[in-house]
């Protein structure tokens, strides 16, 4: 009896079960699909990095933060606003290489209107998934420019033909037209937007951000490895990449004029430590200075040449200030210095070489302050340590009284420098004559009157 009546609530909770299971399940489901309901209402998002400088190594680096977090935190796609006259060859290759191994589309913009992708940005622009630029802006005159001396004609053609076949690698796998793209580097051949766009060189122009983001919804495009992505960007969220604390440092050091200007300030505080040991704060900030000036020309290519004129410049300084060269010496030596300064980054982009107003005021400013400086320490090192008596030899003073008054020893007391010193004289000497010291013997000092009236004649002293 009690096994039937156990079998029997067992079969009622089951059944129990099977009734309420499918009400569970459609609460689920709902659930379910409330969730995905609202993750399709959420904007597309995509992430949006300014390039508005040179291309250089600090420019690769931002790049590739860029599109770390862009293929991290799920954006859609990453938007880099290009503007830029050009810049290093080799960190164009690597922004490039960059951007054919992103996950996720990227898409190059020349905005606003006056923007370029000159030279090393036009690289740039042809490597991105999706090309566009602004109605007003220009890209092209790519044509590469040794960074070292001037190669022969063999060579020369040989640079152009390996840049042109590096464009041409990636252009035709874009779909973009690769002989138009190789105008810009043989021929320096620029383009504006229409005419870009009408060389099939990028994909379409927009006035604005809204516009390519609208012209751009649906569209699907080609990767670079043979795979489609279709982009959904209308009402898409723009998320901007703020640069960090450590960019905007690099991006300031990136600037030569500002490396020159370190290295010059550097280079006095350290000559002031030397010139005064234990004061520790000049010297420690001149290195400070010096190594962040090392720093900022490490990223840059550098003219070794140059270097050499500035050393010249530094050793013709030192020579001035040691010999006197009436002042030729120091001409010299700021030439020197500030032709080194001014063709010390070797690079045909004019924003990357020091700009020749700040080379030669610095050169000058440093020349002025260093043969100054450097003649003041070697004249106080030719001259001999004197203390006491010995520092008043050959100094003129006044006698307070008479060195020889009837009756007495030949002696009395003189002011020289604001001191009162014992002194005696050879011949009598009055009250107020101004006397020279020409020598001391116990703390006594041996003087001379001077030719002229004392100061007990003078004006100022007659009743």
């Not at 489901?29 to 990095?49: C, E, F, G, H």
């Not at 680096?61 to 796609?77: I, Y």
Request: charged fraction near 15%.
């Amino acid at each position: 009896m009690r096994a039937n009546q156990f079998f029997s609530r067992i079969t009622m909770i089951f059944a129990a079960l099977l009734l309420t299971l499918p009400i569970l399940l459609s609460a689920q489901d709902k659930k379910i699909v409330a969730t995905l309901s609202s993750s399709a209402n959420q904007p597309v998002k995509i992430d949006r990095r300014i390039i508005d400088d040179t291309i250089q190594p600090i420019s690769a680096g931002l790049l590739d933060r860029a599109l770390a977090q862009a293929n991290s935190d799920g954006a859609a796609a990453l938007l880099i606003e290009l503007d830029t006259p050009g810049g290093l060859l080799t960190s164009t290759r690597s922004m490039t290489g960059a951007i054919f191994a992103s996950r996720i589309p990227v898409i190059v913009y020349i905005t606003p209107a006056g923007a370029r992708a000159g030279s090393a940005g036009f690289f740039i622009l042809e490597a991105s998934d999706v090309a566009v630029m602004a109605p007003g802006t220009n890209a092209g005159a790519a044509h590469p420019v040794p960074t070292t001396d001037k190669p022969d004609d063999v060579m020369s053609q040989k640079i152009i033909n390996d840049t042109a076949a590096f464009l041409r690698s990636y252009v035709s796998r874009r779909n973009r037209n690769s002989e138009a793209a190789e105008a810009a580097v043989k021929e320096s051949h620029s383009y504006t937007a229409e005419e870009a766009l009408s060389s099939h060189l990028i994909d379409f122009t927009a006035s604005n951000e809204t516009q390519l983001l609208n012209t751009l919804d649906n569209r699907t495009i080609s990767r670079l490895d043979g795979s489609t992505v279709t982009l959904h960007t209308a009402n898409a969220q723009i998320v901007p990449i703020v640069p960090t604390l450590r960019e905007r440092i690099l991006g300031w050091l990136a600037d030569p004029n500002i490396a020159i200007i370190l290295l010059i300030c550097g280079a006095l505080l350290i000559y002031l430590e030397f010139n005064s040991p234990g004061t520790i704060v000049p010297g420690a900030l001149g290195t400070v200075l010096v190594l962040l000036a090392i720093f900022a020309f490490d990223l840059l290519p550098i003219h070794y040449t140059s270097v050499l004129l500035i050393i010249a410049g530094f050793a013709l300084m030192v020579l001035e200030a040691k010999f006197g060269g009436h002042g030729a010496l120091a001409i010299a030596g700021i030439v020197s210095l500030g032709f080194g300064l001014l063709t010390l980054v070797d690079t045909p982009t004019p924003e990357l070489r020091i700009s020749p107003a700040v080379a030669f005021s610095v050169s000058a400013a440093f020349g002025i302050i260093t043969v100054f400086l450097l003649r003041l320490a070697w004249r106080a090192r030719q001259r001999k340590f004197r203390l006491g008596s010995d520092a008043v030899l050959g100094d003129t003073g006044t006698a307070m009284e008479a060195l020889n008054p009837a009756g007495s020893a030949p002696m009395g007391h003189i002011l020289v420098d604001g001191e009162i010193w014992l002194a005696t004289s050879a011949v009598p000497i009055p009250a107020g004559t101004r006397v020279r010291v020409l020598s001391n013997e116990h703390n006594t000092l041996h003087v001379t009157a001077l030719q002229g009236k004392s100061t007990l004649d003078s004006p100022e002293n007659t009743a």
